[in-house]
T-cell receptor
Framework: QQQVKQSPQSLIVQKGGISIINCAYENTAFDYFPWYQQFPGKGPALLIAIRPDVSEKKEGRFTISFNKSAKQFSLHIMDSQPGDSATYFC??????????????FGTGTLLAVQP | DAMVIQNPRYQVTQFGKPVTLSCSQTLNHNVMYWYQQKSSQAPKLLFHYYDKDFNNEADTPDNFQSRRPNTSFCFLDIRSPGLGDAAMYLCATKQGRGNGYTFGSGTRLTVV
């Protein structure tokens, strides 16, 4: 119940295209769903996050779509750029569920944007 | 800038020789986490401190210990590193509930 499943494992997109990464969770108690971007040799950096009371959140070229009934959420990167090439992790936590607030990560997607 | 700082960035240690990794934060966050990330894998939570309360994950080996002497600092001690402990170790902080996690840049540990 603590798992977050992420797909695809890797993704190649042409410059200017749309990158789409999908995640699914099981624990309905999760109430915070962030996406992290990680470059080689760096720690994960928060990209965008959503809570289950909204179905979509957009920040610049990055959009999270959230489907509470299906227990799925996805990251869309519009107008993908070579600088977006990185590993992307979805995650989930019970942000208001108690003291532990553990962040459960998906397995990661390696995105390569070709020029 | 407020941030999470991990030292050193790269650490090489000998098989079985104790090693300590450090994390400091200027964010004054009350929760601090240690994650282990092996190559091409997701970060895996080892343990965390909620204020002074230590919370160990059930599958974290006894070989891994942690200390948090004050709000700003947290240490990861590996008592007898094995080859399988080679990984990136990530420190993260969070303030209570309703806020995001801030990660440090990590310490890459090599065991020789």
């Amino acid at each position: 119940q603590q798992q977050v499943k992420q797909s695809p494992q890797s993704l190649i997109v042409q410059k200017g295209g749309i990158s789409i990464i999908n995640c699914a969770y099981e624990n309905t108690a999760f109430d915070y769903f962030p996406w992290y971007q990680q470059f080689p040799g760096k720690g994960p950096a928060l990209l965008i996050a959503i809570r289950p009371d909204v179905s979509e959140k957009k920040e610049g070229r990055f959009t999270i779509s959230f489907n509470k009934s299906a227990k799925q959420f996805s990251l869309h990167i519009m107008d993908s750029q070579p600088g977006d090439s990185a590993t992307y992790f979805c995650a989930a936590s019970r942000d208001y569920g108690g003291a532990t607030n553990k962040l459960i990560f998906g397995t990661g997607t390696l995105l390569a944007v070709q020029p | 800038d407020a941030m999470v700082i991990q030292n050193p960035r790269y650490q090489v240690t000998q098989f079985g020789k104790p090693v300590t990794l450090s994390c400091s934060q200027t964010l004054n966050h009350n929760v601090m986490y240690w994650y282990q990330q092996k190559s091409s894998q997701a970060p895996k939570l080892l343990f965390h401190y909620y204020d002074k309360d230590f919370n160990n994950e059930a599958d974290t080996p006894d070989n891994f210990q942690s200390r948090r002497p004050n709000t700003s600092f947290c240490f990861l001690d590996i008592r007898s590193p094995g080859l399988g402990d080679a990984a990136m170790y990530l420190c993260a902080t969070k303030q209570g509930r309703g806020n995001g996690y801030t990660f440090g840049s990590g310490t890459r540990l090599t065991v020789v």
